[in-house]
């Protein structure tokens, strides 16, 4: 093997990627899967995930299914103790699955604002302390979370979203500085705007559509499959020693004005 393939090489690595059914989360899935790791696809409904892990194994991945809800900690811990089970220690955690919800913050109900917050923010916490368990004991590991562009910038009606964004780039620098004394990473992914399931209703607004493509340099959307690569990088050797950082990805949109 080359250097330059020994730095992106994730052969016998096996990585959890949670919301992984769909979207930047079984993009992520792919990528890390196509650089040799032993992909385990994460999500709430047990058939579309099959369905995934069928697809990638048909392109020769090696991937799994655990289905379970992020926010159930014991059934996190379950499938984190199969998976652990299974191949002897989990080398990474891509604490990606997320909901939105759009209402105009004065008529945002309470129940919808804890949601969010429960899905987006405090699972990422229960899962990536219970993932760096393990970690801990296999001398080492890799947590990336998948927050977003908007938490230091905002946008009108999705107030739970971004405060629950913005909180969990705060608590990938807090669980960093505590768990690299155990040789585990911990970083995040800032999408931009991306083609997603998730987005459908705003790629169809012909206005809100043109507001991302005039705020964003690159003057498109992303595709998924354009946040495989950082994962990758997070994942393997070549981002051994980076911890703490926030990887945005959103064609620049974050810097124009
Ligand atoms: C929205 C979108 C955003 C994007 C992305 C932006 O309603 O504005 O869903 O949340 O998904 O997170 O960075
Ligand atoms: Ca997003």
């Known amino acids: 093997m080359t250097v330059a393939t020994q730095l992106f090489d994730l052969t016998d690595r096996a990585i959890l990627i949670t919301g992984a059914s769909r979207g930047i989360g079984l993009a ?15 999500g709430r409904n047990a058939e579309a995930l099959q369905s995934r892990v069928d697809e990638l194994t048909a392109e020769g991945i090696r991937a799994e299914a655990e289905a379970f809800d992020v926010t159930d900690e014991a059934a996190g811990r379950a499938a984190l103790e199969r998976i652990v089970g299974r191949h002897g220690r989990l080398w990474g955690l891509i604490a990606n699955a997320g909901v939105q919800h759009r209402v105009p913050v ?16 405090t699972a990422c916490f229960t899962l990536g302390r219970d993932a760096a368990r393990y970690m801990v004991e296999a001398g080492g590991g890799r947590i990336v979370n998948t927050v977003s562009m908007l938490g230091p910038q905002a946008r009108p009606t999705v107030p739970a979203y971004i405060a629950a964004k913005e909180g ?90």
């Open 168 to 257: 969990l780039r705060a608590l990938t620098r807090a669980m960093a500085v505590e768990l690299g004394s155990k040789g585990i990473t911990v970083n995040a992914v800032a999408p931009g705007y991306v083609a997603t399931e998730m987005n459908t209703a705003l790629i169809e607004n012909t206005e809100f559509n043109a507001w991302v493509v005039g705020k964003t340099p690159l003057g498109r959307w992303a595709d998924p499959a354009e946040l495989g690569g950082a994962a990758v990088y997070l994942m393997a050797d070549a981002g051994s020693f980076v911890s703490g950082q926030i990887l945005g990805i959103d064609g620049g949109m974050s810097v124009q004005v």
């Open 106 to 121: 004065l008529d945002f109900p309470t129940e919808d604002f804890r949601r969010v917050v429960d899905t987006n923010l």
């Open 28 to 42: 992520m899935a792919r990528a890390c899967g196509a650089h040799g790791a032993t992909v385990v696809l994460n």
